[in-house]
């Protein structure tokens, strides 16, 4: 059994491509950016925004994950839309799928290594 494309399904495979790339590449740059996000103080049990001032343990990897996940989905659904609008389907046989699937995995690969290099120098 075999599914015909659609521009529906094209729009999706655009819109989930570009919220991939979206994502890595805001959650690379939440770790580089002097932007406040929340951050889980485990030892009060309490959330706040940005690092405390005293000297504290702070996790502000669910924040910086919750901020790239909005706006990942936002641009994600903005990338749907206008593939939906355009009609937008890959080629047969062509490599636009690949190259796609290529730039999410690149965004998500750059920003897991900064964000691990920012946290070798806290």
């Known amino acids: 059994m075999s ?12 819109g ?7 994502f890595g590449l805001s959650f690379g740059a939440l770790a580089l950016l002097p932007i406040e996000v929340p951050v889980y103080i ?9 690092f405390p001032a005293r ?5 502000d990897f669910y924040g ?9 989905a936002l641009c994600g659904i ?4 206008a593939g939906k609008a355009a009609k937008w389907q890959p ?18 690969a750059l920003s897991m290594f900064i964000y691990c290099y920012t946290l070798l120098f806290k």
């Open 16 to 22: 989930a491509s570009i919220f991939v790339i979206a």
């Open 91 to 108: 080629a047969s046989g062509s490599s636009t799928i690949r190259m796609l699937a290529l730039y999410a995995l690149m965004a998500c």
């Open 3 to 14: 599914q015909e494309a659609t521009p529906a399904s094209g729009a999706r495979v655009l």
């Open 78 to 81: 903005a990338g749907y839309g």
């Open 64 to 72: 910086r994950a919750l901020y790239a996940m909005v706006f990942g």
């Open 42 to 50: 485990p030892l009060e049990h309490r959330w706040q925004l940005g």
């Open 55 to 59: 000297p504290a343990i702070g996790m």
